[in-house]
């Protein structure tokens, strides 16, 4: 199993159009940073390759380019704002691969948007012309709930997007079918918190026992819907995984700098980089 990091920018992205600062203009390609977004990429029980996506941002095409995906098997969403969600038409080649369809998971708020931004794919028969549209298996999911996926278990929890609810996730091995994942070992359980200001009470529960931490640290200055890279790290203090690794960056964070001053379990990721075991799988 390998966790490969798609992006790891804000809503932006870095550099952001028309800006000149340090880190825009930086040649480390660890600041350059798309919309944040991971891919779970690994072999299951029946020897079968899956691809579970984790959000569908706005650079999908490229992004799926950049990591030579060749199958999405699953589309897993935080919430519904424009940078997790508007690569959704993307899916459509890999419904072609595949000769099949793909399930999306989403709570109600969020599925509430895909359908109405997307309803020329799911109502594709209102459609004027036979175009060509994703197919997708809509999946409604509820905090604390959790499914089996492929020999994962996988628990969505409440996390605080300033005001609004969203999701995180959690990943676990399945003990329904008592599925070994190869190489699962390195990375579960893993807990992916993108887009975070706060963590209900109830939620911790989720966090506990961790060896991955995924974290939103936007940036050092206060923000009313994420954490500072401050807070952030205080919350992985907390938390205590084996890795933490920080996601959704803004223009404000050097990578080389503040990778450097940071705890030695804990790292900002960037695009491109690649957590666990490949088990054949190509990383570059």
């Given at each position: 199993?390998?966790?490969?990091?798609?992006?790891?920018?804000?809503?932006?992205?870095?550099?952001?159009?028309?800006?000149?600062?340090?880190?825009?203009?930086?040649?480390?390609?660890?600041?350059?940073?798309?919309?944040?977004?991971?891919?779970?990429?690994?072999?299951?029980?029946?020897?079968?390759?899956?691809?579970?996506?984790?959000?569908?941002?706005p650079d999908l095409r490229q992004q799926a380019l950049a990591a030579k995906l060749r199958r999405c098997d699953a589309?897993?969403?935080?919430?519904?704002?424009?940078?997790?969600?508007?690569?959704?038409?993307?899916?459509?080649?890999?419904?072609?691969?595949?000769?099949?369809?793909?399930?999306?998971?989403?709570?109600?708020?969020?599925?509430?948007?895909?359908?109405?931004?997307?309803?020329?794919?799911?109502?594709?028969?209102?459609?004027?012309?036979?175009?060509?549209?994703?197919?997708?298996?809509?999946?409604?999911?509820?905090?604390?709930?959790?499914?089996?996926?492929?020999?994962?278990?996988?628990?969505?929890?409440?996390?605080?997007?300033?005001?609004?609810?969203?999701?995180?996730?959690?990943?676990?091995?399945?003990?329904?079918?008592?599925?070994?994942?190869?190489?699962?070992?390195?990375?579960?359980?893993?807990?992916?918190?993108?887009?975070?200001?706060?963590?209900?009470?109830?939620?911790?529960?989720?966090?506990?026992?961790?060896?991955?931490?995924?974290?939103?640290?936007?940036r050092h200055r206060r923000h009313p819907t994420h954490f500072t890279l401050g807070e952030a790290t205080s919350v992985?203090?907390?938390?205590?995984?084996?890795?933490?690794?920080?996601?959704?960056?803004?223009?404000?964070?050097?990578?080389?700098?503040?990778?450097?001053?940071?705890?030695?379990?804990?790292?900002?990721?960037?695009?491109?980089?690649?957590?666990?075991?490949?088990?054949?799988?190509?990383a570059p």
């Amino acid at each position: 199993m390998i966790l490969r990091f798609l992006g790891t920018g804000t809503s932006s992205g870095v550099p952001a159009i028309a800006c000149d600062c340090r880190v825009c203009t930086s040649t480390d390609q660890r600041d350059t940073r798309l919309r944040a977004g991971a891919a779970l990429q690994f072999i299951d029980s029946r020897g079968q390759d899956r691809v579970i996506l984790i959000d569908a941002t706005p650079d999908l095409r490229q992004q799926a380019l950049a990591a030579k995906l060749r199958r999405c098997d699953a589309v897993l969403f935080t919430h519904n704002h424009v940078d997790h969600t508007f690569g959704v038409d993307e899916l459509r080649r890999f419904n072609v691969v595949q000769q099949g369809p793909i399930e999306v998971f989403a709570d109600a708020h969020t599925m509430g948007h895909l359908r109405r931004v997307y309803q020329h794919i799911f109502e594709a028969d209102r459609n004027v012309n036979d175009s060509f549209v994703a197919s997708l298996l809509p999946r409604l999911i509820e905090p604390g709930t959790s499914f089996e996926l492929f020999g994962l278990r996988i628990t969505p929890f409440k996390l605080l997007h300033g005001k609004l609810p969203i999701l995180g996730y959690r990943f676990d091995a399945s003990s329904r079918e008592g599925a070994t994942i190869g190489g699962a070992a390195s990375l579960l359980p893993l807990a992916y918190c993108t887009d975070v200001s706060g963590i209900p009470p109830d939620s911790w529960k989720h966090l506990r026992g961790l060896r991955t931490l995924v974290l939103d640290a936007l940036r050092h200055r206060r923000h009313p819907t994420h954490f500072t890279l401050g807070e952030a790290t205080s919350v992985a203090h907390e938390v205590g995984a084996a890795q933490t690794y920080f996601v959704h960056m803004s223009h404000d964070v050097s990578h080389e700098e503040t990778d450097a001053e940071l705890p030695e379990t804990m790292h900002l990721a960037y695009d491109g980089l690649v957590l666990g075991e490949s088990l054949g799988l190509t990383a570059p």
